[in-house]
């Protein structure tokens, strides 16, 4: 009685004669009232049972309430109510951040799950074919868990059996729409279980400034901007090699002057060696005897025309392999000296270099030390950072050479696959939708790290022309001090 009782679907019944009713009747079962009471006892017993372990803070406030007022009397009691309330809202305004993190994001969660999540779970399942119907049962995926934080809801689901992350990732988009949120990433947890992240709002919406450059930055991390979730957004740049790859005006000059800004006093305190390429000349020139400081540049070596480049990359292979021989059977990890630092080779616009360049010859020597530096430099203090527009293969062959991936603003969405690896796009990474509004936009992007799948959505802090300007006048060297 309190089941869907055995029977075929009538969908399933098919008559061979014309304009007649098909008639379903299901198969009745006589049951004793004495033991459908028991079924009804058990059921609200069991769900009891279950409301109390889902939301123990909420039946004690209920159950509180309740004695309350049966003590003292309903008008006490709402006087008492009133003063509590008022309590928690000076709480809420002068200690947010305490207030949030114990009371404001569980009342939240407890909201969304009940009003937003619950509510719509049923139709939502069942129209995303993420629900399924057999033998006249509906069986759902399981909504366990909600928690909200700062910028975004995070649902925990039990998937169905014989479900997998990809039936999830591909209707991504369906949930976004179905639960009034911008987009939907799916992470996968323990085997049989997902985290979906909805966000409320969008932290990168708007520029960010520079990054102020610290004193002693981390010696493998360089703080570039801030990731969605609010956290500072790092980039390992020791012990890798990194890809950036955008549309025109999706920010590329972010990233790599976000780089170099945090790495400044490693290179005044000799630790570090930044080698640039800029066959553009009109991106990373700033930096090289600008006329606001001229005489004074930030880099150890810098070239711009495709000849000075492939000097300057074959000085760097050199260099390398001076270390390698150096550290060859003695070490095995490289730590930053005065003798060996850590050397970083900035190639901006790289498919001129590697594709467009006329000749022939200089194009081939340039793939070549390229691929040496790429296959045989993290390990001895080399990374390779490399920036272009068109991901192709036939543009960058040594695309795959680069363990971690950026993906700003792009044209296609196949290239998101291209840049962050298959499946990265059905994982949330949807760089072919960033905003073409420099304002919204520019210097967003998503980050797939060697370790990690999941790409990770941030924004690169704007270094504009004075923060330049002022990079050269604090910390750049003399020309004549690094030829």
């Not at 890798?240 to 920010?251: D, E, K, N, Q, R």
């Not at 790599?256 to 000349?281: H, S």
Request: hydrophobic letters at 45%; a positive charge.
């Amino acid at each position: 009685m309190f089941r869907k009782l055995p029977g075929d679907p009538a969908r399933d019944l098919v008559s061979t004669t014309p304009d007649t009713a098909v008639v379903f009747r299901p198969s009745v079962v006589q049951v004793p009232a004495i033991v459908t009471v028991l079924i009804a006892l058990w059921r609200f017993l069991g769900g009891t049972v279950r409301t109390i372990y889902r939301h123990p803070i909420a039946c004690l406030l209920c159950l509180g309430l309740a004695w309350l007022i049966y003590s003292v009397g309903w008008q006490r009691a709402l006087l008492l109510i009133l003063a509590e309330t008022g309590l928690l809202i000076a709480w809420a305004r002068l200690e947010r951040a305490s207030f949030c993190a114990l009371v404001g994001w569980r009342l939240l969660a407890w909201y969304r799950w009940m009003w937003i999540y619950r509510r719509h779970w049923q139709p939502t399942m069942v129209i995303s074919g993420l629900g399924r119907t057999s033998g006249g049962r509906e069986f759902l995926p399981r909504l366990r868990k909600v928690t909200c934080d700062g910028w975004a809801d995070t649902v925990r689901i039990k998937m169905l059996s014989g479900q997998s992350h990809e039936d999830w990732e591909k209707r991504a988009p369906h949930l976004a729409h179905a639960f009034g949120a911008p987009s939907c990433r799916v992470t996968v947890g323990k085997p049989g279980w997902l985290a979906l992240t909805f966000p409320r709002r969008d932290p990168l919406a708007v520029p960010l400034p520079a990054i102020p450059i610290k004193n002693v930055p981390h010696p493998e991390f360089a703080e570039t901007g801030l990731r969605e979730d609010g956290k500072p957004l790092m980039l390992r740049v020791h012990g890798t090699h990194l890809l950036i790859v955008g549309a025109t005006g999706a920010g590329k000059g972010s990233w790599e002057w976000g780089i170099i800004r945090d790495r400044l006093p490693l290179v005044r305190a000799g630790l570090c060696r930044l080698w640039v390429c800029d066959p553009k000349r009109m991106e990373l020139k700033f930096g090289h005897s600008p006329s606001e400081a001229p005489g004074k540049t930030l880099f150890y070596r810098y070239a711009a025309t495709p000849e000075d480049c492939l000097t300057l990359l074959e000085e760097a292979e050199k260099e390398m392999q001076r270390t390698a021989d150096a550290f060859g059977g003695h070490v095995r990890k490289h730590v930053a000296s005065l003798e060996y630092p850590h050397n970083i080779i900035i190639v901006d616009e790289v498919a001129f270099l590697t594709a467009y360049v006329d000749d022939r010859k200089i194009r081939d020597a340039i793939n070549s030390r390229l691929s040496t530096l790429s296959t045989q430099g993290r390990s001895v203090g080399f990374t390779l950072i490399a920036a272009l527009q068109d991901p192709r293969k036939e543009v960058l062959k040594i695309r795959n050479l680069f363990p971690d991936k950026i993906a700003l603003r792009l044209d296609e969405s196949d290239q998101v696959d291209m840049v962050l690896g298959e499946g990265a796009r059905d994982r949330g990474a949807l760089a072919d939708l960033i905003a073409s509004d420099e304002y919204e936009g520019a210097g967003v992007g998503f980050v797939r790290l060697e370790k990690s799948p999941i790409p990770i959505r941030g924004r690169a802090g704007y270094v504009s022309d004075d923060d330049i300007t002022d990079m050269v006048r604090d910390y750049g060297q003399h020309l004549a001090e690094v030829i």
